[in-house]
């Protein structure tokens, strides 16, 4: 599902941030990446999700993983809704903190969120104890982060790239999420 051959990326300013990154990893396989602060992981999972241009082979389900815009070269990444929920096809990255503005529900965001599954949407809405009714400029960090793994997880994604989701989240909620993973 997931091909990388002899990447590179570098900062804005030239500065190196990943060398001659190789890696395959399977479909249907489960991968954690370990590593110390600042050691390259978040924009290992930037780039395989196609948010970062690169030097190199990173295909995704047979497609490369970046492809320049007509405009310019921000990638072809969709915002979901607005809530770093980052997609590019079948492929689907979350994991940075979201502060979202304004007073929409929870149910007035996921209107914006095209191909949900409904049945999905209402299991996750139950395992997590998420209302429809909050507003979500009024949540705490950790019923963010569940709306947020809402918001990625109600629409199917073959490949799903999380970055430090547990992040925010208290031991029940971080069950619920494994729980729900794997199945």
Request: one cysteine or more.
């Amino acid at each position: 599902a997931i091909t990388v051959q002899t990447m590179t990326y570098q900062w804005p300013d030239g500065s190196p941030a990943l060398s001659d990154v190789s890696l395959e990893m399977t479909k249907g396989s489960r991968h954690v990446l370990v590593g110390a602060n600042g050691a390259g992981k978040t924009c290992l999972l930037r780039t395989i999700g196609g948010m970062y241009p690169y030097q190199g082979v990173v295909k995704v389900l047979g497609r490369d993983a970046h492809v320049p815009t007509r405009i310019g070269t921000g990638g072809s990444t969709e915002i979901m809704a607005g809530v770093r929920v980052w997609r590019l096809g079948d492929c689907t990255i979350v994991g940075e903190r979201w502060n979202p503005q304004g007073d929409m529900k929870v149910s007035s965001l996921l209107e914006y969120v095209e191909g949900l599954v409904p049945e999905r949407r209402d299991m996750i809405v139950d395992r997590f104890g998420i209302d429809m009714d909050w507003k979500v400029n009024q949540l705490s960090d950790g019923r963010k982060r569940r709306v947020q793994l809402l918001i990625a997880l109600a629409k199917p994604s073959e490949v799903l790239l999380l970055d430090e989701v547990t992040t925010d989240l208290d031991v029940l909620a971080r069950q619920t999420l494994l729980d729900i993973l794997k199945e």
